[in-house]
């Protein structure tokens, strides 16, 4: 979208009523129909905007594309998400803000997209990710820490998730799945992806991809018994530019207390009070290695406890978690 046309938007969303042409073509310095111009272009892109003879134009509605100008108007954050490169479709938000970090862009920058050709999960995993229902997002992080601690920045965002959603989606049973996850009754509602660039002592940058599903109404097949989505777990839409903010505005004093201590300690209690594992039997995979026992909740830096079989207590520090069903328990 140009600069003159997202002018134009501002100008619409500001009035909330209508514009004359007239007035829109003399804050743009242009005339009425290259305003006329930008209206159909605005159209075409999904905004609804009505025009009455002699009232001018007015927005009756938006696309509720997760960009700069939508989320914008929610944001209460002064670093995260005050600047977003929204793009309707791209490969993997995760890779564009990687390119984009390698580039120089700065502490906050966000990267949205209404779809991912290659979104992309843990392990090596496909991310489910259509046009026009959910949010995908990846926030540049540039933390001055030691890449030892950079393993607690999952966890960290995991809480910010639950706070934002669990505030518009009441009633829904949410939980955190260490290391990385947010469920809803059971099943997989968001996943988290960090990547980090660094050298042995210094952290260059992390890059914090969210995918959330969020007005979902159909799951394929592979996926459709373990995850859900916000509208499948409430019946309701949700404006994805609002939850966005809402969740960058959860994160970003969530991060900034975590700078200061570089322990769990500011969310520590939440971590714990909406575990999914704690206290069931689990199953870690670990790249082949696979341990069995019993979630006996984290360590202050992040780390899976795991009560074993013997009596003793393991740390796992990374790994995919299972729930053992009751049949295959020891
Ligand atoms: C997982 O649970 O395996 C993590 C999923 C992370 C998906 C998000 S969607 C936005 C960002 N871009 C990607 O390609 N992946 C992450």
Known sequence: MSATTIRILEELMRSGGFRSGEELSSVLGSTRSAVWKHIRLLRQDGYDIEAVTGRGYRLTAT??????????????????????????????????????????APEGLVVTADAQTGGRGRMQRVWHSPPGVNLYFSIVLRPPVPPRVVPQIPLLAAAALHTALASVAGGVELRIKWPNDLLAGGRKLCGILCEMESEADMTHVVIVGIGVNVNLRALPPEIETVATSLLLETGREFSRPELLASILNAFEPLYRRWLEVQDLSPVFDYLEEYSWLRGKQVEVDQYGRRLKGVAAGISPTGELLLDMPDGSQTMVSSGETHLIPDNERT
């Open 63 to 104: 696309p509720g594309y997760p960009d700069a100008i939508e989320t914008g108007r929610f944001l209460q954050t002064s670093v995260l998400g005050q600047r977003i490169e929204h793009h309707r479709s791209v490969m993997s938000t995760n890779a564009q803000a990687r390119k984009l970090a390698r580039e120089g």
